[in-house]
Nanobody
Framework: QVQLVESGGGSVQAGGSLRLSCAAS????????MAWFRQISGTEREAVAA???????WYADSVKGRFTISQDVAKKTLYLQMNNLKPEDTGTYYC??????????????????WGQGTRVTVSS
């Protein structure tokens, strides 16, 4: 059973940085993709960055040049480095994993397992 545990959220002022971590366990093979989604109160979850197994990482236009997704395979940890944070980045950030070839950044329903989320608050 795959388990994902996020950490690293918090409160920062605009222009600040945070690094989110997602500790993963329970994988039985390497055929998976991973991503970070965020949810702002009252809206649907939206992808911000993803490792889809092909080419370069995918980023939402709103975070390009500011966020970086990476993974440490040995530590089984996914990261999201967030720089130059803006108030509109405020929300709950979720780590997720899905089956390689089936997950898409445009559809949260295509992902299989989710962490509990970590809250990010950016003040102006």
């Amino acid at each position: 059973q795959v388990q994902l545990v996020e950490s690293g959220g918090g409160s920062v002022q605009a222009g600040g940085s945070l690094r989110l971590s997602c500790a993963a366990s329970g994988f039985t093979d390497s055929n998976f993709c991973m991503a970070w989604f965020r949810q702002i109160s009252g809206t649907e979850r939206e992808a911000v960055a993803a490792l889809l197994g092909i080419g370069r990482p995918w980023y939402a236009d709103s975070v390009k040049g500011r966020f970086t997704i990476s993974q440490d395979v040995a530590k089984k940890t996914l990261y999201l480095q967030m720089n130059n944070l803006k108030p509109e980045d405020t929300g709950t950030y979720y780590c997720t994993e899905g089956a390689l070839g089936e997950c898409t950044a445009r559809d949260a329903r295509s992902w299989l397992n989710w962490g509990q989320g970590t809250r990010v608050t950016v003040s102006s």
